[in-house]
């Protein structure tokens, strides 16, 4: 149900949007997280966005750098990262709740759908 893309290779310093389209007509009604798995490390919580573009969270090493936003018309939900870093290095998913939260919750049990992923590779 969801399918994540716009990942790629991008050097320090620069930005990439990465796209997460949902299906269905319920898509308003789903809290959307974005998650990133890096190599060896465990998949964590990068932010996210309430239902029906309710308040959006970030962890603290995003903040000021990356910015979600939806588009319930397109059922789609965006996540753009400026200033990029090494260590954003991961595979990005998207993630979709049905609890109608506010805010975003960080738990990955929280969620009901992720989509595939889409790799990001940050270079120095």
């Known amino acids: 149900q969801l399918q994540a893309s716009g990942g790629g290779l991008v050097q320090a310093g620069g930005s990439l949007r990465l796209s997460c389209v949902g299906s269905?007509?319920?898509?308003?009604?789903?809290?959307m997280g974005w998650f990133r798995q890096a190599p060896g490390k465990e998949r964590e919580f990068v932010g996210g966005?309430?239902?029906?573009?309710?308040?959006?969270s970030y962890h603290d090493s995003v903040k000021g750098r990356f910015t979600i936003s939806r588009d319930n018309a397109k059922n789609t939900v965006y996540l753009q990262m400026n200033s990029l870093k090494p260590e954003d290095t991961a595979v990005y998913y998207c993630?979709?709740?049905?609890?109608?939260?506010?805010?975003?919750?960080?738990?990955?049990?929280?969620?009901?759908?992720w989509g595939q992923g889409t790799l990001v590779t940050v270079s120095s």
């Open positions: 993630a979709a709740d049905r609890s109608l939260r506010v805010t975003a919750s960080p738990a990955m049990d929280a969620y009901d759908y």
């Open positions: 269905g007509p319920t898509f308003a009604n789903y809290v």
């Open positions: 966005i309430g239902w029906s573009g309710g308040r959006t």
